[in-house]
Nanobody
Framework: QVQVVESGGGLVQEGGSLKLSCTAS????????MAWYRQSAGKEREFVSC?????????SASTADSVGGRFTTSRFKNRLFLQMNSLKPEDTDMYYC?????????????????????WGQGTQVTVSS
């Protein structure tokens, strides 16, 4: 059974930091894209970052301009992380992890959100001013 589980969200003051984690299990995810998105009620889902396998245990990451310089994405095999620094109230959102199981031909970022087969339930990040 495939599971994608996020953790690490919470309430933090403006300027603070949080680190989100995501673990995908139940299939082979090591060589496929994994990504972070965020969304609030009434808003469209927003891309945060995406990681692609580039060989051995190495991954490349691309990050949205809106959070670049403040958010850093890292990954080890089927585990994805999002280090969020200098948080702002506008970063308040539900953060979702998306994972794609291994398929012949692979997949690389940028990877359309509609192509991800599995999503987590989300972890809430709230930044107070």
């Amino acid at each position: 059974q495939v599971q994608v589980v996020e953790s690490g969200g919470g309430l933090v003051q403006e300027g603070g930091s949080l680190k989100l984690s995501c673990t995908a299990s139940g299939s082979s995810f090591d060589e496929s894209p994994m990504a972070w998105y965020r969304q609030s009620a009434g808003k469209e889902r927003e891309f945060v970052s995406c990681t692609s396998w580039v060989g051995l245990d190495a991954y490349s990451a691309s990050t949205a301009d809106s959070v670049g310089g403040r958010f850093t994405t890292s990954r080890f095999k089927n585990r994805l992380f999002l280090q969020m620094n200098s948080l702002k109230p506008e970063d308040t959102d539900m953060y979702y992890c998306a994972a794609e199981p291994y398929k012949i031909g692979g997949g690389y970022c940028p990877y359309p959100s509609t192509n991800f087969d599995y999503w987590g339930q989300g972890t809430q990040v709230t930044v107070s001013s």
